[in-house]
Every structure is written in C-alpha cells, then in structure tokens.
C-alpha cells in the first residue's frame, strides 16, 4: 500500500489518453528541495521515487530522502541505510519451492502463536516459474523433448501437487506451469511492465517496475530498465509479507560504452568482456550503469544479456535506462499498447526518458569500453570472468591442463572406448550445450547458431559421436521462432534436437553421461570439457565428469560439437572435413550480421509473443490434469520424502529470546577463497552413499527415484544432509596419509578426531551440545542466491561464519536465517593464525549491545594452551538485519510482527 508523507509535494497527475494516473515526480520533487535529483544515476532515481511514494516517518524518513541526493556530494560513498520495496517478487521452483513450504509452515505458526493465519499471504504480486526441474535424460532424437517431460512429471509429481495447492491457497501468487520457459526469459518476454500500476482508493497509481527474485540472475531485466536483483528465498518471502527490503545507498559505477560491435561478434563475446572487466574494477555489493552512445547500437535482448550476469562481475544489479529500444521491445513483444504508451510518458514526465542529449548521471566512479574492441571470446576452464580470446582457447586449455589438472605430458593421450569405434583424450568436449536464460532469451545468437547449423550441414558436417548435443529455449517463442525459420530442422541434423524449456544444463541438469563414456572418463582420469551457452562454470556444476567447463555463445557451441574438442584451435583449423573431401574452418559456416538480421525480421513477430503468452499459466495436459487438496493451510504428508514441515517455527514464543554468546564452539570447515554456494548448497545429483543417500534410502527410495537435490529443497531432513556435501569442497581440515586436501564433504570431529561427514560430525556437536563455526577466505558464498547455503547452515548448527569476504546474497542470507557473518581486519585469516581445525572459539557481546558493523573480538584457543583474541568486524549491516538476528532470523521477526 503507498502511504506517503509527500515532504517534497512529489505527487501529480499524469494523463495517458484516455486515462489518469497518479505518479511521484522526481522533477517536482527537485524544484521542492531535492535540488539536483535529476543528475542521479537512473538506477538510484528508481530508489528515489520508491521512497517519495512510501515517505511515512517511520520506515522512510524525509532524512532518508534528503540522504539519496546527498549521494551526489560524495558520490555514493555513504553508510545510510534505506527500505526499499519492490513492486513485485518473481521465484523459480527450485528456491520457489522452500519458499512456499516456509509460508505454509508460517500459516501453522500463526495457529499456534493464536493469530489469523489468513495474514499469511504475499502482499505484492508473486509469479513462480517451474523452470529448474527438466533434466536431459534424453537427446539427439526426436522424442527427446516429449520423454524429458514425462520423466520431469514422474520424478516431481509431490512438489508440483504442492505447488499447485499453493496456487489455490495464497491471493496474489502465480504460477507459470512448466515447459513455458525460464523465468527470466518470461519475465523479459512477459511479465515485466517497466511501469507498474496498482488500484489504490479508486485512483491508478503508477511507479516503476521493480522486483526481487530467488535467483541471482533476476538482473536480467535491468536490460529492460526494470531494477531488479536477486535476493535469497528468506528475503523474498519477507518482501513478500509486505517487509521493506533494507539496503544501504549503494554506489554506483557508471560503464560508458561507445562505438558498435564488428561483424562476427556476437553479445556473448561482450558480456564476457564487460564481466572481465568490472570483476577487475570490483563491483561487489554496487549498482552498475550502462550508458554513452554505445547503447544506441545495442538491442533490449543485448542489454539483457549484460543485464544477466551481473551476480558473474559481481554487481547488485547493471542497469539500463528506458529509451526509444525499450518501448520497440515492448511493442514487438505483445505489451498492451496503453501500457506501452503509459511507459513512454511516465518515464518523459519523471526525466527518465534517455535521448542522444541527455546528459550523463553522476557516478561514483566510470569505467569505459569501445565495443569495436570486442572480439570472440569465451570463458573457461572454471569460472565466468576467466575469459580467453577464442583463438587462445586450445592454448588455454593446454596450460589449464599441465598447470591446475596436473596432467602434463598427457596432452596427446587418448583412451579406447569400450564397444565404441571411437576414443576419448583430454579436451574432448563431452557436452554441447545451447542453455540459459543469458543467451536463449537473444535471438541474435540462436539464430546465428542455427544459420551456422544450416551452413555446417550443407558442407556435410557432423557433430563428433561422443558429444551430448541439447538446446533447450529459454521460452516458447525461442522454440517457435527456430521451428517457423526452418532453423531446428538443420540443429535437429547436428544432434541439437529440443530437450526442453528450461534452465537445463546451465544450472547442472545435464543429465548423464552414455555409461561408456562416463567410464572411460573416469577410469582414466580424463579432463573432459564442456562447451555451455550458459552463466556459470563452476567445477562440479556442469557434470560430475566434467572437470572443464567454457562458456561460449551458441554459435560456438554448435561449432565445438562437430570439432569436438578444445584442442581444436577454431580460429586456425578446420572444424572436420566436408561432404567434398575439403576441411572446413569455422569463417566458412559463419553466418553474417546481415543474414540474422533478415531472419530477424522474418519470423519474429509480435503476433508471436501474444499468441505464446495467451494462456502462460494454463500450462499443458500434464500439468491441468494434476489433483490437489488441501484448504487454508496445507496437509503435510509425514511420508513424502519432497515436502516436509521445516523445524525453524517449532517452540517460537511471541517475544525473542535473547541471544547467547558463542561459548567454546568447534570448527565445522576451515575453507580457502571463493567457496560458492555451490560447494554449500545441495545441488545436483544425490550419491547414495551420501548422508542424503542414506535417508531416501532408509525411507524406501530407489537410488534411480533420488531425483537431485534441488527437487528435494522443499525437505530440510534432505537438504541438511546435503549441505556441504559437494563432491569438489576441500575442507583444509582434513588430509590424506600424503598429506594432500581430500575432496568432498568431510570433516574432522574433536576431540575424537574421526574423520566423518560434515553432517554427522554436525549431529554429534548438537547431541554433545556443543556450537560449531566456519572459517573461510574472501568472497565466501559467491554464485547463485541460494537460500538453502543458509537455511543449511543453520540447521546444522553453525552459529557464525568467519571469512575474509562474503558475497552480497549469503551475507544478507545467513543474517535472515540468525547466523552471525564476521570478517577478519585486513590481512588477518585463519591461514595467518595458523588456525589447524582443532581449536575453540569463543565469541562474547552478542546480546543487546552488539550494534551493525561493530568491532568485536574472538578468543581463540589453540590445542597447545595458547589463547589469540583476534579482530573481527560484524557483518550485520544495517539495524534492520540486527532485528532479523536477534529474532533468530528473518522469518522469525515478520511472524511476530504479524501475531502482535
């Protein structure tokens, strides 16, 4: 509900047509006061409005106000802290999933705290996009789309009867069904407004369009000037309940972009520069700004792509202003053409509207690229702002190879495949993927990627037998355009025959390896690569066999699956031989800018979109024919082994208890840098030795029915065994007899010193009542926003994270789930401390007088007798988030707020 003070007499009137609306207007608001408003960065003018619509003296004070346009007199660089509220919240079902189980659980809480458990209900529009959960189980025939989605059903039957009781049960929540398309996508091709409107006592009050999602990547559609980021599921849920988001000012980094691209490089090739780029700069936990006479060249779909990955440099969000591409996009996507005109004229009348004369914002600080710069590229073997120009891949490859694998002299060695014609050697590229949401939502490069499809099968070329080829549409529109061009028809020939619409391989749901090649692979230690139109390439994400993973544009995909390995140089040698007897090079089959732009025109219309989006929540025969039951609150069924009631409400009393000092705790994990949520979280498939293993195996669940972990996110008993269970994490605590780190999710118990899952050394703790703590490096919790990294944490018991650096989302989520983050003094770490694991650590002052930001000390107590008191700072970062932490996190704090 806005409720505004209106200090600065903001709101007007703004006739559109035939209609009204009533809007909060910045340019008033400056000749009022706010002198020099209008020289803010676009991004933080959003923040602006947001808080002159929601001005009460309470949550948002006139101080508050004034502090955003004091931004401009120190650039940014100030500790104030602000509550935002975003117009809406869009979720996947992965993170969707636990998110909706929480509310649920919160409706029983509600009962037995004696309130109204109706007040449990998103207060702003909530849309779920089922998205996460199709696997390539098949591929490279014709029915692989149909068999994928029968095997998606079968396998999440319990959470999408869940989900659709959610449906029926909660006002204001939507679920977009699954085999629509990711979320992202959707929200760019769809549900995305760029002003947002609300009926409030009877006048239509217009505002931009703004959002949290629970994924990191819902930055996305800052490409359609839409701020946006990605929050853990904990703070969505909260935004959700009607709780203000709260944030410091953020700085802002102004990225000038000039020139255009050359012919033969695609918006991959410039997101991967632009990501190299700003993880140089270091954006962390700041907005950034796109702007200069570079953007007129770059279309909605470009800027979304740079928008996309925005959590890979690092940044809350990297941001667009509306201009004359924002309202094409809207128009040629089917956006109603009175909101499309509302758009044009709000943003005019708020200042908004960029033009070649507009002039360029204050910035905290700038940073500048020449498109013309750019060249192909790609990004490898591990992370996203690993980029290698794509003429020095195969050399890349080579030194990754000797250098991190460990495998020199073995750069020619290949190995038979058993009852196989063919052999495997290092490099071979064992997946092929066109994925995600970052380049499908593009159709520069999908197209570009079929017309190289068409030109590579008219010279006669093959994709490589080995190679697991699969496209999966970032939406239906993506999958129609392609069918309607005649473009599949030539993908379907090189193996890339549609395996779904969804995230897929992208997010780790590559499916698995033919059972030969998976042997062949790890019999002999071979270093397979995977070539990905995706996001990420963490080790251990793409595929458990797959040490190597580069991302690419879908071009470049198409074009290693018939080269088959990265020790093909795709910028000197032949991709394979042609029908002629010829070789064939990649400039060959390369399709011109010219040539994409036709097809372009020719087959993506906004008859399309409209025709695709009719009846997005419909969804197909398998979903409308799924029964649900259950009324007000949901009836949980002890035996399902999907969705379970979690234990966090359980004795909640209607007032706090105080927090306890952290007394003598055991250290669960020593880690070093960049441990992501990947390494945390539960995330792809379920071993079944694993503790995970062992209770769907004690619950009568076939190894096959494991399903992955992010299936199973709606039952703690399964996500907390999986937490730090990832196949890749060295816990430095825990060595073989050579002395070497072991991988997986070990850990040494004390003072027993057994080796044992972190899990179950996690349980001994609690049954001997003692706390534990994590050590950790710099960027700890980087990668995608998942809550359960958190959620897990706390039910096995960790008290606090001590780290060098956190990323953005896991500091704010170990906060809302009471766990409390902490940062060494620059140049300290546990490694300077000479901290083995077997130590105690005690940390006092937690009760009232801990305040945000405050310094603190740890007493550490080494095995030897010696105590240090080491410096720490507290990474509670606003008063807010002391609330949330002193309730035992952030759910806790709204329930109670709510009861009272």
């Not at 398309?181 to 929200?187: A, D, K, M, P, S």
């Not at 003072?751 to 972190?758: A, K, Q, T, Y």
Request: glycine share 10%.
């Amino acid at each position: 509900m806005t409720t505004s003070n209106d200090s600065f007499k903001s709101r007007r009137s703004l006739q559109v047509g035939d209609k009204s609306y009533i809007y909060y207007a910045i340019p008033e608001a400056e000749k009022n006061g706010l002198e020099g408003a209008s020289r803010l960065p676009f991004s933080t003018r959003v923040l602006l409005e947001n808080l002159l619509r929601f001005e009460d003296e309470r949550t948002v004070k006139r101080d508050d106000i004034v502090a955003v346009v004091d931004w401009l007199n120190n650039k940014g660089k100030v500790e104030k802290e602000i509550a935002f509220r975003p117009a809406r919240v869009l979720m996947q079902d992965f993170t969707g999933v636990p998110g909706v189980v929480d509310l649920a659980a919160m409706r029983d809480a509600m009962n037995r705290l004696g309130g109204d458990p109706q007040k449990i209900n998103p207060l702003v529009p909530v849309d779920l996009v089922i998205d996460h959960s199709v696997i390539v189980d098949e591929f490279g025939t014709p029915r692989a789309y149909h068999d994928n989605v029968e095997k998606e059903y079968e396998r999440n039957g319990e959470r999408y009867r869940f989900l659709r009781w959610g449906q029926d049960a909660f006002d204001n929540f939507r679920v977009v069904p699954p085999g629509t398309g990711i979320c992202h996508q959707v929200n760019l091709e769809y549900l995305s407004q760029t002003v947002w409107t609300r009926e409030e006592n009877g006048e239509t009050v217009a505002y931009p369009d703004s959002l949290v999602g629970t994924d990191s990547h819902t930055t996305m559609v800052n490409g359609l000037s839409v701020l946006g980021w990605g929050v853990g599921g904990i703070e969505a849920e909260a935004a959700m309940l009607g709780q203000p988001l709260s944030m410091l000012i953020p700085e802002v980094i102004g990225f000038k972009l000039t020139g255009k691209l050359k012919e033969g490089v695609t918006s991959t090739d410039l997101v991967l520069t632009v990501t190299q780029m700003l993880r140089k700069k270091g954006v962390v936990g700041k907005f950034v700004e796109f702007f200069g006479p570079g953007l007129d060249g770059l279309t909605i779909e470009d800027r979304s792509t740079i928008g996309n990955m925005a959590p890979e440099y690092g940044a809350t969000c990297g941001f667009f202003p509306i201009d004359d591409a924002t309202i094409s996009y809207l128009r040629k996507t089917g956006r109603a053409d009175d909101r499309v005109a509302l758009v044009e004229a709000y943003a005019k009348a708020q200042g908004t509207f960029r033009t070649k004369e507009t002039p360029d914002p204050v910035f905290t600080d700038t940073l500048e690229l020449d498109l013309g710069d750019v060249v192909p590229s790609m990004a490898g073997p591990r992370r996203p702002q690993d980029r290698i120009l794509l003429g020095g891949a195969k050399q890349g490859f080579i030194d990754a190879l000797e250098g991190e694998f460990k495998k020199a002299g073995e750069i020619a060695k290949r190995f038979k495949v058993e009852d196989k014609n063919f052999d495997l050697g290092h490099g071979d590229v064992v997946i092929a993927a066109i994925t995600s949401c970052t380049n499908t939502s593009n159709p520069s490069v999908m197209i570009g990627a079929g017309l190289l499809a068409r030109n590579a099968v008219a010279k006669g070329l093959k994709s490589k037998p080995w190679v697991k080829t699969s496209i999966a549409p970032g939406s239906q529109v993506a999958g129609e355009y392609l069918e309607k061009s005649g473009l599949q028809k030539d993908l379907d020939a090189l193996g890339f025959n549609i395996v779904g619409y969804g995230c897929t391989t992208c997010i780790g749901n590559s499916g698995p390896l033919a059972d030969e090649i998976s042997k062949t692979i790890n019999d002999n230690g071979i270093i397979a690569t995977a070539v990905l139109s995706g996001n990420r390439n963490f080790e251990g994400r793409i595929s458990p066999d797959v040490r190597a993973n580069y991302l690419a544009s879908p071009p470049l995909v198409v074009a290693y699956a018939i080269a088959g390995s990265l020790q093909v140089d795709l910028t000197t040698e032949p991709l394979g031989t042609g029908s002629d007897g010829q070789p064939v090079y990649l400039k060959d089959i390369w399709p011109s800018s010219h040539e994409i732009q036709e097809f372009i025109d020719r087959n993506i219309t906004q008859e399309l979109f409209r025709r695709r989006y009719a009846d997005v929540f419909t969804g197909d025969e398998n979903w409308r024919g799924i029964t649900v039951s259950g009324g007000l609150t949901y009836q949980w069924d002890a035996s399902s082994t999907y969705v379970q009631n979690p234990p966090y409400f359980e004795g909640i009393t209607k007032t706090p208890v105080p927090v306890e000092d952290i007394v003598n705790a055991r250290v669960l994990g020593l880690f070093l840098d960049s441990i992501t949520t990947d390494h945390i979280s539960p995330a792809g498939s379920i071993k079944e030795a694993s503790p995970a293993g062992r209770y769907l195996r004690d619950h009568q669940v076939r190894p096959q029915d494991f399903n992955q972990y992010g299936t199973r996110r709606g039952n703690h008993e399964v996500m907390m065994r999986g937490t730090f269970a990832n196949i890749r994490l060295k816990n430095q605590m825990v060595h073989d007899e050579n002395g070497n780190v072991v991988e997986g999710g070990w850990t040494v118990h004390y003072p027993s010193g057994e080796r044992l899952s972190i899990f179950d050394a996690a349980e001994r703790y609690k049954a001997e009542n003692v706390p534990v703590v994590v050590f950790a490096g710099r960027e700890y919790g980087t990668g995608s926003s998942r809550d359960w990294a958190a959620k897990g944490s706390k039910l096995l018991g960790i008290r606090a994270v001590i780290a060098q650096s956190f990323e953005r989302i896991h500091r704010s989520n170990l906060v809302g789930m009471g766990i409390l983050p902490l940062v060494f003094e620059e140049g300290t770490s546990w490694e300077t401390l000479g901290l083995k694991g077997d130590e105690k650590v005690t940390i006092h002052g937690l009760g009232a007088e801990l305040q945000p930001r405050q310094k603190i000390e740890a007493e550490i107590a080494f095995a030897d007798g010696r105590v240090e008191r080491v410096p720490l700072v507290v990474r509670i970062d606003t008063l807010d988030e002391l609330e949330y932490f002193r309730n035992g996190g952030i759910l806790h704090y709204v329930l109670r707020q709510l009861a009272a």
